[in-house]
Structures are given as C-alpha cells and as structure tokens.
C-alpha cells in the first residue's frame, strides 16, 4: 500500500474535506474602511501628498543638484589649481620631487574622499 493511498484512505474514513480555495473568502479589514470613512478629509489629503512624498519635492531636488555641481566645480578648479602651481615650483626648482609627492597625493587623497563622502549615497544601518 503506497503513502497516497493510505492517507486518501484514512480522510475517507475520518470523513475529512480540504476547503477549497475558491471556497474560502479573505476577511475585509474593518479598521481601514472605519478610518476612511470618519476622516475622508485627511486620508484624502495624505493620498495628495503620497506621490511628492515618495519621489521627493522636483524643485528642491533640482536646487540641491545645482547647489551640488556647483561645489563640485568649485572643488576640482581648486584641485586643478594647486596641480599647476606644484607642477610650476617643481619646473623652476623651488620644491623638491619628494614635496610634489606629498602635494599631489595629498590633493587626489582628498578628491577622492570628496567624492565618496558626497556623492555615493550613504547606505541605510
């Protein structure tokens, strides 16, 4: 006698129906329709705000980003900057190699700290 036929046997016997799904109807949540119905001004206003509140207000998105390329720009003239000046004292022999080194890696060290700090998104903890 296999597994199958031993248990369509024994639900046979104990007289046993599985619901079918089709049979079964989900429960409504009554606390969701009591909250629309006795604050339909206020649900109405949060279903207003729901679609800003998501994708964030579009014109402060676009001042943030402007303020960002700004500093951004800012920040690589200034790079570029202190590049040519140490590239300049260098040619003329007023500092050594050794000094465009520490000046160099000190510029592009902080670059590239900029650039993780400020412009990779911090990952929610």
């Not at 079918?20 to 949060?46: A, C, F, H, N, T």
């Not at 590239?87 to 080194?101: C, E, H, N, P, T």
Request: no cysteine.
């Amino acid at each position: 006698m296999s597994i199958s036929e031993d248990s369509s046997k024994n639900q046979k016997e104990e007289g046993l129906q599985v619901p079918s799904i089709s049979q079964q109807k989900p429960e409504q949540p009554r606390w969701l329709e009591m909250i629309i119905e006795g604050y339909p001004e206020q649900v109405g206003d949060i279903l207003r705000t729901l679609p800003t509140m998501i994708g964030g207000n579009p014109k402060k998105i676009e001042s943030e980003t402007k303020i960002a390329m700004r500093t951004l720009a800012g920040f690589f003239i200034m790079m570029i900057v202190i590049v040519v000046l140490t590239a300049v004292l260098a040619y003329k022999g007023v500092i050594s190699g050794d000094a465009v080194g520490f000046i160099l890696g000190s510029a592009f060290g902080s670059m590239i700290t900029f650039l993780y700090r400020y412009l990779i998104p911090a990952e929610p903890q």
